[in-house]
């Protein structure tokens, strides 16, 4: 056995490797004044601060503490350029990528949003690793101000515990089309999270029909300066369909029901000779209040997608 195989075997055992020139200082990450030697895998070793490391977490504190038999003389000590510490459970780049974020200034970017997302995935991963909690709060905005496909942004909330991620994510899945989605973005999501998108996309459609076939009501009691309220009653219910109706149901372009408000706004949208101007006001309004049920059911898929994360972890 060489000594390289020797020190996988000893690696995975959680023995102590000696350093016999096997091992290469990173360039970056070697300080003089560092006070521990570590390893991640069986080619790099980084000269870093224990200090800096023991703070940010119990965990980390737990990772690095040396056996008290082990005192400073000793030859076999670990820690140290010739016995380096071994960190389980991470590789070169994700350690990488954390010593990048625990060593940065302010003025130093992440780079573009590719390498953003690299280096905040893998800070996500060791931040519930290490329950770094200031690690996971930093990668978490990074990545707010980075572009994610809808799918992905899912993936990572069930990955790694985001909660607030879910609901913007189905809003944009939702106020698209299922069939939009590759198989590479139901897979990244999973198939649990997208039955449940596909169900409450068969909800919207029930309810944008619905919507559409059903006017909401007129107000029961009319304004004094409305002269014939039969008149408004009667023509109520097919100016709803003419002007909102046929958007929603339109076989390319379909309006969504969150876009009803915005167009009851427009002046003209619910103008008819038949409709006094005072009911048009009084309806105007009343539809503009009303929260159609498009926002229940992003609710409710949000809140069951974020149910299901939780037995994840």
């Known amino acids: 056995m060489n000594d390289s195989e020797s020190g996988n075997k000893a690696q995975q ?84 990528d954390f010593l990048f974020w625990l060593y940065r200034t302010e003025w130093e970017s992440l780079g573009d949003d590719v390498e953003k997302e690299r280096m905040c995935t893998h800070l996500l991963k060791l931040a519930d690793m290490w329950e770094i909690a200031a690690a996971k709060k930093y990668a978490i905005h990074a990545l707010d101000m980075v572009y994610l496909p809808p799918s992905r942004r899912l993936e990572l909330a069930g ?18 089309k299922l069939s939009q989605l590759k198989d590479d973005d139901i897979c990244a999501m999973g198939w649990k999270v997208y039955s ?16 559409a076939l059903v006017a909401p009501g007129m107000i029961k009691d009319p304004s004094i300066q409305c002269t014939d309220h039969t008149s408004c009653q009667s023509i109520w219910p097919k100016l709803w369909f003419d002007r909102i109706g046929r958007d929603l149901l339109h076989p390319k372009t379909p309006m969504k029901l969150g876009g009803i408000v915005a167009k009851i706004l427009q002046d003209a949208t619910l103008t008819h000779p038949k409709l006094s101007e005072c009911c048009r006001l009084d309806m105007v309004l009343h539809c503009s209040r009303i929260i159609f049920a498009d926002e229940d059911i992003v609710t409710q898929v949000s809140n069951a997608i974020i149910q299901f994360h939780a037995t994840l972890a």
């Open 196 to 211: 449940m998108l596909v169900n409450a996309m068969e909800m919207l459609g029930e309810e944008t029909r619905r919507t």
């Open 13 to 96: 055992n959680g023995e102590v490797v000696k350093n016999t020139g096997q091992f290469i200082q990173h360039i970056a990450y070697w300080y003089s004044d560092g006070s521990i030697v570590v390893r991640v895998d069986d080619q790099t070793i980084y000269k870093i601060h224990l200090s800096m490391l023991t703070k940010l977490s119990k965990v980390m504190e737990e990772i690095l503490t040396i056996p008290d038999d082990k005192q400073s003389d000793d030859p076999n000590r670990e820690g140290t350029s010739l016995y380096p510490l071994f960190i389980p459970g991470t590789n070169a780049q994700e350690f990488n």
């Open 159 to 176: 990955k790694f515990a985001i909660p607030d991620w879910v609901r913007p994510a189905v809003r944009r899945i939702l106020d698209g």
